[in-house]
C-alpha cells in the first residue's frame, strides 16, 4: 500500500512529467531565437572586421566626415586634417572582435542547451549553471551602471582623450569627431565645460573665420564645436562668428558640460531602461525554472 508520502512524491513526478514536454518546446523554440541572435552577431562583427580593412570604406567616411564639419561655416582655412582611416580602423576592429566573440559565445550557449535537451542530462545541469552565472553578472552590472560606480575613472579617461588627442573643428581624428559632433547635437562643452580644453596639446586655438567679406585670424577660447548652432544636424551654422573666441552664455554653450546635459537626457529612459532590463531578466528566471522542471523530471 502506497503511504501518503510515497503519493505526494509520485504526483509531483507526475506534474513535472506533464510540464516537461511544453518546457521542451518552448525551450526549444526561445534556444532557436538565441541561436539566430548569436550568429547574427557573430556575422555582424565578422563584417565589420572585414570593413576595417577596406581604405576605400574609409575615405568614404572621410568624406561624409568632411562635408559635415565644412557646414558649420566656419571652416575656412584650409581643408581638414588627420585622414580618418588609421582611427577608424582602431576603432571599428575591437567592435568587431567584441561583437564576434559574444555572437559565438551565444551560440556556444544555445548550442549547449539544444545538447541538454536532447542528449545528456550532465549537460543541461551545466547549461543551467552558465545560465544562473549571465543572470548574476547582468544584475551586478546593471546595479553598478545605476550606482555610478565607476563615474569617476570614466570622466577621468574622458579628461585624457580630451587632453591628448582633441584637435579641434577640422580634425578627422575620431578623437575629435566624436566630441565635435556630441557637443553641437546636445548643445554642451567640453565634459564639465570649456575649461576641459584648457591644457589640450593637439588643439590649434589660433584661427581664421569668415566675417562678411572680410577674414580675420582670433585666438579661440572654446573649440568651434560649443558654439550655438541653428538648424539640424549635420546641416548647422554657427550664430556668432565670434562665439569661439569672445564666448557668451548667448552664442555659446561653453559653461554647459556634455557629461550633465546627456546624463539628463538619458535619465528621460532611465525607468524605460530599467523596466526592459528587469523583464528581460524575468525571462532569463522563468527560463532557469523551466530548465530546473525539465532536470527534476528526468
Known amino acids: ?50 570593413l576595417a580593412s577596406n581604405p576605400s570604406l ?22 581638414t586634417t588627420n585622414p580618418v582611416t588609421d582611427d577608424f580602423v582602431e576603432l571599428i576592429q575591437p567592435a568587431g572582435i567584441v561583437l564576434l566573440v559574444v555572437g559565438l559565445f551565444i551560440l556556444a550557449v544555445s548550442i549547449l542547451g539544444y545538447c541538454g535537451l536532447t542528449c545528456y542530462t550532465v549537460i543541461l545541469k551545466l547549461y543551467v549553471v552558465v545560465l544562473i552565472v549571465i543572470l548574476v553578472i547582468e544584475v551586478v552590472v546593471v546595479a553598478v551602471l545605476f550606482a555610478g560606480t565607476f563615474n569617476d575613472q570614466i570622466q577621468e579617461q574622458l579628461q585624457k582623450v580630451v587632453t591628448d588627442k ?29 575649461e576641459d580644453f584648457n591644457d589640450t596639446v593637439r588643439w590649434n586655438r589660433t584661427r581664421t573665420i569668415q566675417v562678411g567679406d572680410e577674414s580675420q585670424t582670433v585666438q579661440l577660447i572654446t573649440p568651434i564645436a560649443c558654439c550655438e548652432t541653428n538648424g539640424t544636424f549635420p546641416n548647422v551654422k554657427v550664430l556668432d562668428p565670434y562665439c569661439a573666441s569672445k564666448p557668451n552664455n548667448i552664442s555659446s554653450n561653453w559653461n554647459t558640460g556634455c557629461w550633465g546635459a546627456i546624463s539628463e537626457e ?31 523530471a528526468d
Open 58 to 79: 574609409a575615405n568614404t567616411l572621410k568624406d561624409i566626415i568632411d562635408t559635415v564639419i565644412k557646414s558649420i561655416n566656419l571652416v575656412t582655412d584650409g581643408s
Open 166 to 194: 582633441y584637435g579641434g573643428i577640422d580634425d578627422m581624428s575620431l578623437y575629435s569627431v566624436i566630441p565635435n559632433i556630441l557637443m553641437i547635437e546636445f548643445h554642451c562643452c567640453g565634459i564639465f565645460g570649456y
Open 1 to 50: 500500500m502506497i503511504n501518503s508520502f510515497e503519493k505526494s512524491a509520485y504526483t509531483n513526478l507526475s506534474t513535472m512529467g506533464v510540464m516537461t514536454c511544453p518546457c521542451k518546446c518552448i525551450l526549444g523554440i526561445i534556444n532557436g531565437v538565441i541561436l539566430l541572435a548569436g550568429l547574427a552577431l557573430a556575422a555582424a562583427g565578422g563584417l565589420l572586421l572585414a
Open 266 to 296: 538619458l535619465s528621460g529612459y532611465r525607468l524605460a531602461i530599467i523596466l526592459v532590463a528587469s523583464a528581460v531578466m524575468l525571462v532569463q528566471l522563468i527560463f532557469i525554472v523551466m530548465v530546473m522542471i525539465i532536470i527534476c
